[in-house]
């Protein structure tokens, strides 16, 4: 039996779920070869609670993700109590997985916060990390980081392939100009980001009620 493709999570609030979030996880599927996961976060450490409730959310992920093989959905981090700390998913993972890769995919922005994270030298210990990057544009870390990450760095999606973790990698994505935050705004005005969303969350009125709701409660 051969090894396993890598399993790769990007997780986010997908408060809703856009077209920006599932182009740079389809992109980095393609990349690396992996099965990709997104994973909706509970209680997020470092920013606001989201307006969807969980069940909201897990609804608008399923309906964008309909229709296709390459991504799918985890819930892990909603069906566990409290905040959602990375590390403590990874290592989850890791105990179910064994030895297959795992990636964390996440944006330069943030990777070049990664020192403010829970337990984040331990990251490498359970994961690769697979830094979502704009064509041509370097990203820049601290010096902390640097340190840390430079003997890991490897240009070839091949090179994560056999080794469980410990690796980071530089993922050239096509950026999508897409805020959630306007996206929320445009709602609540009563307007229509249809070229903004996956065609499915229009199909169920519901799925866009909380954010419609917003406008007529303000």
């Known amino acids: 039996m051969g090894q396993p ?37 509970s209680v997020p450490p470092h920013r606001p609670a989201p307006l969807a409730t969980p069940v909201q959310r897990v609804a608008m992920l399923q309906a964008a993700l309909e229709r296709q ?18 590390y403590d998913t990874l290592r989850e993972l890791r105990a179910e997985q064994g030895t297959r890769p795992l990636v964390l995919l996440i944006g330069a922005d943030a990777f070049a916060g990664l020192p403010s994270w829970h337990r984040w030298r331990e990251l490498f210990d359970v994961a690769h990390i697979g830094v979502l990057s704009r064509p041509g544009v370097e990203a ?16 070839e999606p091949s090179a994560l392939h056999g080794v469980p973790a410990g690796k980071v990698i530089e993922l050239a994505v096509t950026p999508l100009e897409i805020s959630a935050t306007r996206i ?10 249809r070229y903004l969303l996956p065609c499915g969350l229009f199909d169920d009125p519901a799925l866009l009620a909380p954010y419609r709701a917003a406008g007529q409660s303000s």
């Open 184 to 193: 929320r705004e445009l709602l609540a005005e009563g307007r229509d980001p």
């Open 140 to 155: 820049r870390v601290p010096e902390a980081l640097e340190r840390e990450v430079a003997p890991r760095r490897v240009s």
């Open 69 to 86: 093989s390459r991504l799918s959905l985890d819930t892990r981090e909603l069906d566990r109590s409290g905040a959602s700390y990375t």
């Open 5 to 41: 493709r890598p399993l790769a999570l990007f997780g986010g609030t997908f408060d809703p779920v856009h077209l920006g979030h599932l182009s740079v996880a389809w992109e980095a599927s393609e990349l690396l070869d992996a099965e990709v996961r997104l994973m909706p976060a």
